[in-house]
């Protein structure tokens, strides 16, 4: 009995999940400002089919590199998670690390790329099959603009100290890897206010 609860908590929570993911990315949408016609998404999709979902997936995949680095830098295996379900070559832990960052650091400068017309219409490629990719010189502009948001400083709600978003995600790695030591009695997630 005990196993089929668990069965079903599993279940519905994926479904959970994808119902708040499906919300969010909605919403993600309404902080669009300028040139909806161009920039308008219609949910998250992987390749990527339109031009947000482009900046997301290139962006999430250097955040989700860094986490990787974070987990292996404190000895955890980044590829043995708790949220993401566990895959041969998926990084589970780094995305589950990567959720509690990707609003605040990826998805907050994707609107603002958009937003102050840093990033134009004619910056993405469109490839057979309908798949958007950013155009060489989009890639340059875009990785510059993340390598200055990881410089801009934050305070750590945890450690109540300044520190550049570049070493959050090593942070965070660190409190989790003191958590699963049993040094710390909860692993305390990063939260922006």
């Not at 309404?30 to 482009?54: A, L, T």
């Not at 934050?154 to 040094?183: C, N, S």
């Amino acid at each position: 009995m005990a196993s089929w609860s668990r069965l079903r908590l599993s279940i519905s929570s994926g479904a959970w999940e994808g119902q708040a993911a499906k919300t969010y990315f909605g919403v993600l949408e309404r902080g669009i400002r300028q040139e909806r016609e161009v920039f308008g998404m219609q949910g998250r999709s992987r390749p990527p089919q339109d031009p947000i979902n482009s900046l997301l997936s290139f962006l999430y995949t250097l955040l989700t590199n860094e986490c990787v680095a974070a987990c292996e830098a404190v000895g955890l295996d980044p590829q043995v998670g708790f949220l993401h379900a566990l895959r041969p070559g998926r990084p589970a832990l780094a995305l589950d690390l990567m959720e509690e960052l990707r609003p605040a650091l990826v998805d907050r400068l994707v609107l603002t790329l958009v937003n102050r017309r840093q990033v134009q219409p004619d910056d993405f490629v469109e490839r057979p099959g309908g798949t958007i990719y950013l155009s060489e010189a989009a890639r340059k502009l875009v990785l510059q603009a993340y390598q200055t948001r990881k410089q801009e400083e934050v305070t750590h709600p945890v450690l109540q100290t300044k520190m550049p978003w570049g070493l959050v995600a090593h942070i965070q790695a660190r409190l989790l890897a003191r958590h699963l030591r049993g040094d710390l009695p909860h692993y305390p997630p990063f939260l922006v206010r």
